[in-house]
């Protein structure tokens, strides 16, 4: 359930496959950015990695007609979001901006919302976050550290959001496109993710969820996303077909 | 024992104690300035944020970034959006220099070795101390040529100009040194376009790019610069642009091509012949290049490389190769670049392979066309400044591994007394059967300057601790330059986090106690990079425009950078006659050795140089998805037929050597070819790199490039003999549930 007024923004991400290369720029520059605790080699192997952003790689065919498919999957901040419902606490909720939101300290880690994405964009706290002391100096301060037994997951930049619309209201002017890009955004190098606000007619994200190639993950499910793929081309595919 | 607010309060309480406990927590002098809030420089003021310019220096490319500072602290890098090489954007590499600052593991102070060299067994000691005992060192070497020999990572501009004038002054020999030099796409690009600077390739414009194992998408040369373009190559606004990799091995740039087509390596050379024997022989390409390429002989000059006798050699077959001609030259797909480097130059004939794909760009003249190869213009800063000398600044790039060799042989040989080395660490990156670590032994005094205690530093008698890039000045004439004359320039965007000083600085004051202010006169290297910039200043040109030389100085560094659009590269209007030579690869016996290893450049951890940092661990290889380990990718079936299963440990063996590492089943990996990532296997670099994985570079042998002496380092054959044992590979593949079931999540569609 949303309410919109009229003049709020849509936060928006779009999603061009057919730029991307799968060279995780903006899987290490969400990190840099938010905070997110330390991958070691354990963590992996309990497969309990923290990667707010990932790219996950699909194979087509076999050696040596194969292809390699990369897709960049983030929280989807879909409109009928299925994780909201579940929580019991309300530590998830959906923001008159059209961004699936989750406060910390409301959290009390019963992973119901987890449980329920079906894009396994969420991640639990299993331990307290670690960093050496030094290491601590890095840490952005507008960005809560997550402590251990709650969930965290992408948030849009929600602080990049937030600065660069204090920003506007200083200067005295609206929103314009690119007032605000989250750190993932920033960093692609090959221009793959772009952010916006859907309700600016003249915005990129607008015009790129025109593209005759738009699709939504798992679309059919009804879950509504706000996060838009544009297919990527592959001239030697048959129309309609996934990868196996 | 936890110590509580209460505990602390109790005994701070009573008087005796209480001042104990007060002296023995008294925050550290640094942190103790006070000033008031009004008063604070704007970059230490509570709740602001400041952005700061400079040059990523993580890999040779030279990225414009910027650097969010918060209370004088690095928080985040951004590209820096008016930059002419990467336009804003960064790689994760980029991302990760701020973590290297605040690595708990950097070197504090200066330290000087207690036990036996190689021990590990330190103690610090105080600039001046450690200044002293190299003074006094290089003292009693001067006027004794040879005696001294200095090794750096890959020093251009002004900095490598220092060093340079340093070397001569003392009598010292210089080498820089990087695992993977560049030195057979250096010499295949001047045969083929008569200059050694690498050219910008102009992927945005482009119809087609045929990549011969560049891995440009990857880490190869200046990924990101190469990712703009193909971002817009792919869905700018005209029409889509086609790419094919020519690839032994399935690189992120194969990942990426619409045709991956894979090839023995070391045959890319002659795969590019056939197809230049096709484009000539149909009279598909420019009649005016294929005269001039073969001496006027036309299609019979190349008659040895006919599609039908390369197709065997080359493990594609005519027909296939015909294709690839007729594509590349197809009129209505101009034009069409073919990029060789990586794995394809690092073979005994790796210059005749190179030479022989960038010849391809003559045959459909996309060479100084827009869309095509674009020549780069020479740096406008050539020499050190001032008239004291006019010997030119060093390219930046490691030496190749004969001159390499060379030098580890004269130390081996003891004719080198004292060793200084800075953040080149080639005790771990040079091949085993080259013993550095034995040759250095032999070095009577070794001085590392470095900011980490990496394998050579290990080895240091005398560890001086530097600052990192993003602590200190520097320059870098960029190479390849975008297209344009451009400098990047770096300023020193946090001040030192310890007790650590700037290469160039240390370089100048022992110029200053050696005695060399003649042919040195600066005191700091800031003096010395202003005096470079003085020069840019009087061109009165370019991406700058200030009255005076103070406004230009803080214009250069809140830019990032000095360029000037107007000045482009131009080439020389004669096309080169091929050097037929070389053809054949040399490897191993393939009858005991059955396998092709194939090393390759980790898309984080670069050349091993980015091991020690958390962030470029957990990064994920884009195609195997693993991290923090070393495995070998074997082609899925064959793993099957072999019954090895993921997590495998095999060792592999070559006849220089042998390494572990994990199996890691691929479906696209050549059944004759085993990838094994470059970067672990350090037994010394902090605690996230030490002991971790194994060094496929210690296993090369030790073949060379026929032309160059460059390290053949895709020329090595290995077995695979399993070990019987297992572990896990840490991986992001499967690390969250599949969401995949309904193959509708990566759709892929036929038509733009």
Same mark, same amino acid.
């Given at each position: 359930?949303?309410?919109?007024?009229?003049?709020?923004?849509?936060?928006?991400?779009?999603?061009?496959?057919?730029?991307?290369?799968?060279?995780?720029?903006?899987?290490?520059?969400?990190?840099?950015?938010?905070?997110?605790?330390?991958?070691?080699?354990?963590?992996?192997?309990?497969?309990?990695?923290?990667?707010?952003?990932?790219?996950?790689?699909?194979?087509?065919?076999?050696?040596?007609?194969?292809?390699?498919?990369?897709?960049?999957? $983030?929280?989807?901040?879909?409109?009928?979001?299925? #994780?909201?419902?579940? /929580? @019991?606490?309300? =530590?998830?909720?959906?923001?008159?901006?059209?961004?699936?939101?989750?406060?910390?300290?409301?959290?009390?880690?019963?992973?119901?919302?987890?449980?329920?994405?079906?894009?396994?964009?969420?991640?639990?706290?299993?331990?307290?976050?670690?960093?050496?002391?030094?290491?601590?100096?890095?840490?952005?301060?507008?960005?809560?550290?997550?402590?251990?037994?709650?969930?965290?997951?992408?948030?849009?930049?929600?602080?990049?959001?937030?600065?660069?619309?204090?920003?506007?209201?200083?200067?005295?002017?609206? $929103?314009?496109?690119?007032?605000?890009?989250?750190? #993932?955004?920033?960093? /692609? @190098?090959?221009? =793959?993710?772009?952010?916006?606000?859907?309700?600016?007619?003249?915005?990129?994200?607008?015009?790129?969820?025109?593209?005759?190639?738009?699709?939504?993950?798992?679309?059919?499910?009804?879950?509504?996303?706000?996060?838009?793929?544009?297919?990527?081309?592959?001239?030697?595919?048959?129309?309609?077909?996934?990868?196996? | 024992?936890?110590?509580?607010?209460?505990?602390?309060?109790?005994?701070?309480?009573?008087?005796?104690?209480?001042?104990?406990?007060?002296?023995?927590?008294?925050?550290?002098?640094?942190?103790?300035?006070?000033?008031?809030?009004?008063?604070?420089?704007?970059?230490?003021?509570?709740?602001?944020?400041?952005?700061?310019?400079?040059?990523?220096?993580?890999?040779?490319?030279?990225?414009?970034?910027?650097?969010?500072?918060?209370?004088?602290?690095?928080?985040?890098?951004?590209?820096?959006?008016?930059?002419?090489?990467?336009?804003?954007?960064?790689?994760?590499?980029?991302?990760?220099?701020?973590?290297?600052?605040?690595?708990?593991?950097?070197?504090?102070?200066?330290?000087?070795?207690?036990?036996?060299?190689?021990?590990?067994?330190?103690?610090?000691?105080?600039?001046?101390?450690?200044?002293?005992?190299?003074?006094?060192?290089?003292?009693?070497?001067?006027?004794?040529?040879?005696?001294?020999?200095?090794?750096?990572?890959?020093?251009?501009?002004?900095?490598?100009?220092?060093?340079?004038?340093?070397?001569?002054?003392?009598?010292?020999?210089?080498?820089?040194?990087?695992?993977?030099?560049?030195?057979?796409?250096?010499?295949?690009?001047?045969?083929?376009?008569?200059?050694?600077?690498?050219?910008?390739?102009?992927?945005?414009?482009?119809?087609?790019?045929?990549?011969?194992?560049?891995?440009?998408?990857?880490?190869?040369?200046?990924?990101?610069?190469?990712?703009?373009?193909?971002?817009?190559?792919?869905?700018?606004?005209?029409?889509?642009?086609?790419?094919?990799?020519?690839?032994?091995?399935?690189?992120?740039?194969?990942?990426?091509?619409?045709?991956?087509?894979?090839?023995?390596?070391?045959?890319?050379?002659?795969?590019?012949?056939?197809?230049?024997?096709?484009?000539?022989?149909?009279?598909?390409?420019?009649?005016?290049?294929?005269?001039?390429?073969?001496?006027?002989?036309?299609?019979?000059?190349?008659?040895?490389?006919?599609?039908?006798?390369?197709?065997?050699?080359?493990?594609?077959?005519?027909?296939?190769?015909?294709?690839?001609?007729?594509?590349?030259?197809?009129?209505?797909?101009?034009?069409?670049?073919?990029?060789?480097?990586?794995?394809?130059?690092?073979?005994?004939?790796?210059?005749?392979?190179?030479?022989?794909?960038?010849?391809?760009?003559?045959?459909?003249?996309?060479?100084?066309?827009?869309?095509?190869?674009?020549?780069?213009?020479?740096?406008?800063?050539?020499?050190?400044?001032?008239?004291?000398?006019?010997?030119?600044?060093?390219?930046?790039?490691?030496?190749?591994?004969?001159?390499?060799?060379?030098?580890?042989?004269?130390?081996?040989?003891?004719?080198?007394?004292?060793?200084?080395?800075?953040?080149?660490?080639?005790?771990?990156?040079?091949?085993?059967?080259?013993?550095?670590?034995?040759?250095?032994?032999?070095?009577?005094?070794?001085?590392?300057?470095?900011?980490?205690?990496?394998?050579?530093?290990?080895?240091?008698?005398?560890?001086?601790?530097?600052?990192?890039?993003?602590?200190?000045?520097?320059?870098?004439?960029?190479?390849?330059?975008?297209?344009?004359?451009?400098?990047?320039?770096?300023?020193?965007?946090?001040?030192?986090?310890?007790?650590?000083?700037?290469?160039?600085?240390?370089?100048?004051?022992?110029?200053?106690?050696?005695?060399?202010?003649?042919?040195?006169?600066?005191?700091?290297?800031?003096?010395?990079?202003?005096?470079?910039?003085?020069?840019?200043?009087?061109?009165?040109?370019?991406?700058?425009?200030?009255?005076?030389?103070?406004?230009?100085?803080?214009?250069?560094?809140?830019?990032?950078?000095?360029?000037?659009?107007?000045?482009?590269?131009?080439?020389?209007?004669?096309?080169?006659?091929?050097?037929?030579?070389?053809?054949?690869?040399?490897?191993?016996?393939?009858?005991?050795?059955?396998?092709?290893?194939?090393?390759?450049?980790?898309?984080?951890?670069?050349?091993?140089?980015?091991?020690?940092?958390?962030?470029?661990?957990?990064?994920?290889?884009?195609?195997?998805?693993?991290?923090?380990?070393?495995?070998?990718?074997?082609?899925?079936?064959?793993?099957?037929?072999?019954?090895?299963?993921?997590?495998?440990?095999?060792?592999?063996?070559?006849?220089?050597?042998?390494?572990?590492?994990?199996?890691?089943?691929?479906?696209?990996?050549?059944?004759?070819?085993?990838?094994?990532?470059?970067?672990?296997?350090?037994?010394?670099?902090?605690?996230?790199?030490?002991?971790?994985?194994?060094?496929?570079?210690?296993?090369?042998?030790?073949?060379?490039?026929?032309?160059?002496?460059?390290?053949?380092?895709?020329?090595?054959?290995?077995?695979?003999?399993?070990?019987?044992?297992?572990?896990?590979?840490?991986?992001?593949?499967?690390?969250?549930?599949?969401?995949?079931?309904?193959?509708?999540?990566?759709?892929?569609?036929?038509?733009?």
């Amino acid at each position: 359930m949303t309410t919109q007024h009229a003049q709020s923004p849509k936060w928006s991400m779009v999603v061009d496959a057919d730029r991307c290369t799968g060279c995780q720029a903006c899987v290490v520059a969400c990190q840099a950015e938010n905070n997110v605790p330390l991958n070691t080699d354990d963590i992996f192997k309990q497969k309990r990695a923290i990667e707010w952003i990932r790219i996950e790689r699909y194979w087509e065919g076999e050696y040596p007609n194969i292809k390699a498919r990369f897709l960049p999957v $983030l929280c989807q901040h879909c409109e009928n979001a299925p #994780c909201e419902p579940v /929580c @019991p606490v309300y =530590a998830t909720y959906h923001n008159d901006q059209g961004m699936n939101v989750q406060i910390y300290n409301r959290c009390i880690g019963t992973r119901y919302c987890a449980n329920n994405c079906p894009y396994n964009v969420r991640f639990f706290n299993f331990w307290e976050p670690v960093w050496p002391e030094s290491l601590r100096n890095q840490l952005n301060p507008d960005v809560t550290v997550r402590s251990r037994g709650i969930m965290e997951k992408c948030s849009f930049c929600i602080q990049r959001i937030r600065a660069g619309t204090r920003r506007v209201k200083k200067e005295g002017r609206a $929103l314009a496109d690119g007032d605000v890009v989250p750190a #993932c955004a920033q960093a /692609c @190098p090959t221009d =793959a993710l772009v952010f916006g606000n859907m309700h600016d007619a003249g915005s990129r994200v607008r015009k790129m969820s025109e593209d005759k190639r738009h699709y939504r993950l798992l679309e059919r499910s009804g879950t509504d996303p706000n996060v838009i793929y544009l297919k990527r081309v592959d001239p030697t595919a048959t129309e309609g077909a996934g990868h196996e | 024992m936890p110590f509580t607010r209460r505990d602390f309060l109790k005994l701070a309480g009573g008087s005796a104690g209480g001042a104990a406990i007060l002296a023995a927590c008294r925050p550290g002098v640094r942190e103790f300035i006070e000033q008031s809030p009004a008063r604070l420089p704007e970059d230490q003021a509570t709740g602001t944020d400041n952005w700061y310019a400079t040059t990523c220096r993580q890999c040779g490319a030279g990225c414009g970034i910027v650097v969010r500072l918060v209370e004088g602290r690095a928080k985040k890098i951004e590209g820096n959006p008016k930059h002419p090489v990467n336009m804003g954007k960064t790689c994760a590499r980029g991302q990760s220099s701020v973590q290297a600052i605040y690595h708990p593991d950097r070197i504090r102070r200066p330290m000087k070795a207690t036990g036996a060299r190689g021990s590990g067994a330190f103690r610090e000691i105080s600039w001046e101390e450690a200044l002293n005992i190299l003074r006094d060192n290089l003292k009693g070497l001067q006027g004794q040529a040879g005696t001294v020999s200095i090794v750096t990572d890959p020093a251009g501009g002004h900095l490598g100009g220092l060093v340079q004038e340093f070397a001569r002054a003392q009598g010292a020999v210089f080498t820089q040194y990087e695992p993977l030099e560049h030195s057979t796409l250096r010499e295949a690009i001047k045969r083929a376009f008569g200059q050694e600077r690498i050219p910008d390739f102009d992927i945005k414009n482009a119809a087609q790019v045929f990549s011969f194992g560049a891995d440009f998408l990857g880490g190869w040369v200046s990924q990101v610069r190469h990712s703009r373009g193909y971002g817009e190559f792919r869905q700018g606004d005209r029409v889509r642009g086609a790419l094919t990799s020519i690839d032994a091995r399935f690189s992120s740039t194969s990942a990426s091509a619409d045709t991956w087509v894979p090839v023995t390596p070391g045959a890319e050379g002659k795969l590019a012949l056939a197809m230049a024997h096709v484009i000539i022989s149909e009279n598909l390409g420019a009649a005016r290049a294929a005269q001039a390429l073969t001496g006027g002989r036309g299609a019979a000059a190349l008659d040895a490389f006919a599609p039908d006798r390369v197709a065997a050699a080359a493990g594609v077959s005519a027909a296939r190769i015909r294709e690839l001609a007729r594509a590349f030259a197809d009129r209505a797909h101009q034009p069409a670049i073919a990029i060789g480097g990586g794995s394809a130059g690092a073979h005994t004939n790796g210059v005749f392979n190179l030479t022989a794909i960038y010849a391809l760009n003559h045959l459909v003249g996309s060479v100084g066309v827009r869309g095509g190869v674009l020549p780069n213009p020479e740096s406008p800063l050539t020499s050190l400044p001032g008239a004291v000398s006019v010997r030119l600044l060093p390219k930046a790039g490691g030496a190749p591994y004969t001159a390499w060799k060379a030098e580890v042989d004269r130390i081996r040989g003891g004719a080198v007394k004292t060793l200084l080395i800075r953040n080149a660490n080639p005790v771990w990156g040079s091949p085993s059967a080259l013993d550095v670590a034995g040759a250095f032994s032999r070095a009577g005094f070794i001085a590392s300057f470095s900011s980490f205690l990496d394998d050579t530093t290990y080895m240091a008698d005398l560890v001086l601790p530097t600052n990192l890039p993003l602590e200190d000045w520097g320059d870098m004439p960029l190479d390849p330059a975008p297209g344009i004359e451009a400098v990047g320039f770096q300023q020193p965007v946090v001040r030192p986090f310890y007790e650590t000083r700037g290469f160039g600085d240390l370089l100048l004051t022992l110029s200053q106690d050696l005695g060399y202010e003649r042919q040195i006169p600066w005191t700091t290297f800031r003096d010395l990079l202003r005096d470079g910039a003085q020069r840019l200043y009087q061109l009165r040109r370019g991406s700058i425009n200030a009255a005076t030389f103070e406004g230009f100085w803080n214009e250069l560094l809140r830019a990032g950078g000095w360029w000037d659009e107007t000045r482009t590269g131009t080439l020389p209007a004669t096309v080169p006659l091929l050097d037929l030579t070389d053809a054949d690869a040399q490897t191993g016996n393939a009858a005991t050795y059955p396998y092709a290893l194939l090393p390759f450049e980790s898309i984080s951890l670069g050349n091993g140089q980015l091991a020690q940092l958390p962030w470029m661990q957990a990064t994920p290889d884009p195609i195997a998805t693993t991290t923090w380990d070393t495995w070998v990718e074997v082609n899925m079936k064959l793993a099957e037929e072999q019954g090895l299963k993921e997590g495998d440990v095999v060792r592999l063996e070559s006849p220089s050597g042998a390494i572990e590492a994990a199996v890691y089943p691929n479906p696209a990996t050549p059944p004759g070819v085993l990838g094994v990532p470059i970067g672990q296997g350090h037994k010394a670099f902090g605690r996230w790199a030490q002991g971790r994985g194994s060094n496929p570079l210690a296993i090369l042998e030790p073949r060379v490039d026929a032309k160059t002496g460059s390290l053949a380092w895709a020329a090595t054959r290995v077995r695979l003999v399993p070990t019987g044992n297992r572990r896990r590979i840490p991986k992001m593949e499967n690390s969250v549930l599949a969401v995949d079931f309904t193959k509708e999540i990566a759709q892929v569609t036929p038509k733009d």
